[in-house]
């Protein structure tokens, strides 16, 4: 199978998980619109830009898993993701870890800014690239944090605030989400020799 195929595989499991969510979820639309919205819109960047520029394999199966996780999150809210209540009822723990989970798989996108940089920069296969992308990831998650601080301020407590944060009553949630973010960007950092094999095969 040819490695666009593969793409538009990816792709179409990418819509209809985008459907899937879309059925009724469990938190309503907003909670849903404001957790899946900036996905959608780098799919969209990304669909438009493909023959333009057109990432590794190993690059779209992390943004396939990467959005997936959103569209389960959003269509559940991060809180209140079935498996992981279950784990939190049966370990008896004290939060749904799912939020937790995603951010730390969120750090391999650290692995796509590194294919980014190499292609579109001057930058070589480096531990210095290595870093400037980690520091990439960071900035962009630290990012994210502010937006829903924002969202604090636009909507007051409401409920949509509450199940977009997923904060959980726990004050220190924006430092965890940044500490598991930076923990899963260094793991991934370890399989940067598949990205460089896929770099060169398609090279």
């Known amino acids: 199978m040819s490695h666009k195929k593969i793409h538009f595989f990816f792709l179409f499991v990418i819509i209809l998980f985008l459907i899937w969510s879309l ?30 520029f057109r990432l590794t394999t190993v690059s779209y199966v992390i943004i396939t898993l990467l959005v997936i996780l959103t569209f389960i ?12 209540s279950w784990v939190k009822d049966y ?17 391999s996108i650290v ?7 190499l292609r579109k920069t001057v930058l070589s296969k480096s531990k210095t690239t290595n870093f400037i992308a980690l520091c990439i990831t960071l900035a962009i998650g630290a990012f994210y944090e502010i937006i829903e601080w924002a969202s604090i301020k636009i909507w007051k407590e409401g409920k ?13 949630d ?23 094999k896929a770099l060169e095969k398609s090279g």
């Open 23 to 52: 059925i009724k979820p469990e938190e309503g639309y907003m909670v849903l619109l404001v957790e899946v919205l900036p996905s959608v819109l780098v799919l969209i960047f990304l669909v438009s830009t493909y023959n333009k």
């Open 73 to 84: 999150g959003g269509h559940y809210s991060y809180s209140k993701v079935p498996l992981f």
């Open 91 to 107: 370990f008896d723990l004290q939060r749904n870890h799912y939020d937790r989970f995603g951010h730390f798989l969120k750090g």
């Open 111 to 117: 692995i796509v800014i590194i294919e980014i940089l």
């Open 160 to 172: 949509v605030t509450e199940d977009f944060l997923g904060m959980q009553g726990d004050i220190w």
């Open 174 to 196: 924006a430092q965890w989400d940044m500490a598991l973010l930076l923990l899963g960007s260094i793991l991934s950092l370890f399989f940067t020799k598949i990205l460089y």
